[in-house]
Structures are given as structure tokens and as C-alpha cells.
């Protein structure tokens, strides 16, 4: 492996900020050991199947680096990111003075365990970082969104399955603050289960959960709904209410099987409920490079869906099911670490996607 060497034709490769990231550690002191999350070490420290990340702001995580190494001195040289393209730099947001209306966003995809909540949790709480008021929406009747915040979703009297069914509850009333500052969640749980069979009869049945919403989109920049994995009611109702959908896929063998359901289902909800709605775009998780079958599944997807994946991708890291242990999002359990940068990163081409428009 060639690593660039401190010169300044190594620095002008990683473009101006990198330069400045790496000129101010250059100054700091750093630590060669890898199980610190200290500074990042100088470029030419760099062992083989190491790399350094210039837009990352934090040191990887050493598991999580390894993750990325094969691609990553490529990455770096050619400027191309883990999806093949050339990775364009989200710049960090600056603060806003005004809030809402919402961009509502629907974490989608019908297979189980693709990392819909862990993406929901920790999105949200990187742009609740970056100084946007977010609300996350548990709509999966396992509340497992709840739980992935520290809510024991048995004790709770109001759910979001209340503010769908009765009409007159004031969301405030089953908002949770959490412990994220700018973060709020409606918790669910098992109740929810029944909205599934409960709307079959009610009017604009598809809509229910759009009308719920519409009081809190002035409080809110972003609101995500978790759905659950599966594409019946609860979560066309989310596509309704949804200006744009992110549809988590783990990079493992049967990843794209099911998609082209999901997407027809999108498809039909833009025709017939909802014309503003988008696929903003298919987010890769669990990635590791060092498998050529991850890498192999991450060329296929972009393959079939091109500039619809974002260029940010999810590694797999032990620390993500550990966070739902704590309780909290990867952004205050390991706040160095590169799974929480990864979702940072997310959130500021999240940022960049919607402000294009
Ligand atoms: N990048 C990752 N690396 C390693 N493990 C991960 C990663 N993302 C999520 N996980 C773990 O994988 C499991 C499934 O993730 P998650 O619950 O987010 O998926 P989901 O799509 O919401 O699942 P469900 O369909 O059951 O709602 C969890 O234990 C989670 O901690
Ligand atoms: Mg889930």
C-alpha cells in the first residue's frame, strides 16, 4: 500500500479542509497507539491496512477503521468514496435562527434488521447536533425506537397509537423529551398492533398518521418515522405523511431481494396519495470492505439505483448493538468513534440533499 507522504501534494489531494484538519493536529500532540481515540496520527505513521480519513472530524474507532482499510488509501488518493463515486465534501452546517416547517422523512424497508432504528436514532440525533430541532416517531409496534432512546415503552400510558386513534389528544401530550438536547420522540408500543387492524375501517385510512403530524411540523426541521418491517398499513401510512423516504440496506447477499416490491410500493403511494413524495435515497449499512462479498453487493446496489445511494455508508461496528444496551445514540455513547461519524456525515448529506432543492 502507498500512503501519501506530509508533502504538499499529498495535502492539496485531500482538498482544503482536510488540510486545515490536518495541519491543526499536526500542531497537537498524538499517540501511535491504536485503542486510543486521541488525534489522528500523521500521515506517514500510517501502518499498512490503516488509514486516515480527511473528512472524518474524529480519530476511527481502530475496529471500525478496519472496517473501511481495503478501499480506504484508494479512497484517499483518488477522492472516490466506498460507493466507487467521487465523494463530493458536505460542508458542516452553520446554525439557523428559525425552525420548521418539517421535512419528513420515512425510514423504510420491509426486511427486518436492516438498521431502520439504529439510522433513525442516530441520524436524528446528529442533525439534533448540527442545531436542528428533530422528532423522532417510534411507528413500529415493537418499539424498539423507544427502547434504542432508554423508554421502557410496558410503562407508558399515551403512545403514538393514541394520538392516531383518538381524535383531540394534543401531541404534546405524548411527546417525550429525550436525552439528546432538540430531540423529541412519540413512543410506541405493542398498542400499535391494533391501529393496523383499527384504521382498516376509518376514513382516508392512509392519511391518519399525516393528519396526527401536521400540528408539529412548525416545531420541527426534520422528522423521521422508524417503520416497521413490514409494508402494510402502518407503514403506507408513513410513506403518506413522508416527503422523502431513506431505505436502509444491509450489504449481505438477499439485500436487493424485496426492494423492487418496496419501491413499486412507493411508487403507487406517490400516484395515488401522495405526489410530493421521493426516494431520497438507498442508505448501505453494515458495510465491511474487507469482505469482498460487502463490496460486491455495494457495486450492485449502485448499480441498480446510481445516484439514488448515498454516498455515505454505514460500516458494521459492535458499538451500534451496544447503544441500544445504553440506551442512547451512538453520538453520546462513542462520540470518537467512526459509527458516529459515519452517521454525522449522513446527516450533513441529508442537509446537502434537501437544501439542493
Ligand atoms: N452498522 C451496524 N453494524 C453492526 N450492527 C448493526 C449496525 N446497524 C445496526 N446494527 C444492529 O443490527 C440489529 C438490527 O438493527 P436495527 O434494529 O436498526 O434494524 P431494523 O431494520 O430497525 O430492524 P427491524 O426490522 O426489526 O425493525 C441491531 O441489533 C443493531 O444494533
Ligand atoms: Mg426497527
Known amino acids: 500500500m502507498t500512503v501519501h507522504g506530509p508533502g504538499p501534494s499529498g495535502l492539496e489531494a485531500v482538498g482544503s479542509v482536510a488540510v486545515h484538519t490536518f495541519e491543526a493536529r499536526r500542531t497537537a500532540t498524538h499517540t501511535e497507539t491504536p485503542h486510543t481515540h486521541a488525534m489522528a496520527p500523521y500521515e506517514e505513521d500510517l501502518q499498512d491496512g490503516q488509514f486516515y480519513d480527511p473528512d472524518a472530524e474524529y480519530e476511527p474507532d481502530p475496529e471500525y477503521a478496519a472496517t473501511l482499510a481495503p478501499d480506504a488509501a484508494?479512497?484517499?488518493?483518488?477522492?472516490?468514496?466506498p460507493t466507487g463515486r467521487p465523494l463530493p465534501y458536505f460542508p458542516i452546517p452553520g446554525p439557523i435562527a428559525e425552525h420548521g416547517p418539517a421535512q419528513i422523512i420515512a425510514m423504510c424497508n420491509q426486511k427486518g434488521g436492516v438498521g431502520k432504528t439504529t439510522s433513525t436514532i442516530n441520524l436524528g440525533a446528529a442533525l439534533a447536533?448540527?442545531?436542528?430541532?428533530?422528532?423522532?416517531v417510534d411507528f413500529d409496534p415493537q418499539g424498539a425506537l423507544s427502547v434504542g432512546l432508554g423508554v421502557n415503552p410496558m410503562e407508558l400510558d399515551l403512545t403514538v397509537y393514541n394520538l392516531l386513534m383518538e381524535?383531540?389528544?394534543?401531541?404534546?401530550?405524548?411527546?417525550?423529551?429525550?436525552?439528546?438536547?432538540?430531540?423529541?420522540?412519540?413512543?410506541?408500543?405493542?398498542?400499535?398492533?391494533?391501529?393496523e387492524?383499527?384504521?382498516?375501517s376509518e376514513v382516508a385510512r392512509e392519511s391518519t398518521l399525516q393528519r396526527a403530524l401536521k400540528p408539529l411540523m412548525g416545531d420541527?426541521?426534520?422528522?423521521i418515522i422508524d417503520c416497521q418491517p413490514s409494508l402494510g398499513l402502518l407503514t403506507v401510512n408513513a410513506l403518506t405523511a413522508a416527503h422523502r423516504v431513506i431505505v436502509p440496506l444491509e450489504c449481505e447477499f438477499f439485500a436487493l431481494r424485496g426492494v423492487a416490491l418496496l419501491t413499486e410500493t412507493i411508487e403507487k403511494v406517490r400516484e395515488r396519495l401522495n405526489p410530493d413524495l421521493e426516494l431520497d435515497g438507498i442508505l448501505a449499512t453494515m458495510y465491511d470492505s474487507r469482505?469482498?462479498?460487502?463490496?460486491?453487493?455495494?457495486?450492485?446496489?449502485?448499480?441498480?439505483?446510481?445516484?439514488?445511494?448515498?454516498?455515505?455508508?454505514?460500516?458494521r461496528t459492535v458499538r451500534f448493538p451496544e447503544t441500544t444496551v445504553a440506551g442512547e445514540p451512538i453520538?453520546?455513547?462513542?462520540?470518537?468513534?467512526?459509527?458516529a461519524a459515519a452517521y454525522r456525515q449522513l446527516a450533513r448529506e441529508v442537509l446537502a440533499r434537501c437544501h439542493a432543492e
Open 331 to 339: 453520538t453520546t455513547y462513542a462520540s470518537n468513534s467512526v459509527g
Open 74 to 81: 484508494r479512497q484517499r488518493r483518488e477522492r472516490v468514496g
Open 220 to 223: 420541527y426541521d426534520y422528522i
Open 129 to 136: 447536533e448540527y442545531g436542528r430541532r428533530v422528532l423522532l
Open 167 to 195: 381524535r383531540g389528544l394534543a401531541a404534546d401530550d405524548v411527546l417525550l423529551k429525550t436525552a439528546v438536547p432538540g430531540m423529541d420522540l412519540l413512543p410506541s408500543n405493542i398498542d400499535l398492533s391494533a391501529a
Open 197 to 200: 387492524v383499527q384504521l382498516v
Open 291 to 315: 469482505t469482498v462479498h460487502s463490496r460486491e453487493v455495494l457495486a450492485r446496489v449502485v448499480e441498480a439505483f446510481d445516484d439514488h445511494v448515498f454516498h455515505t455508508v454505514i460500516g
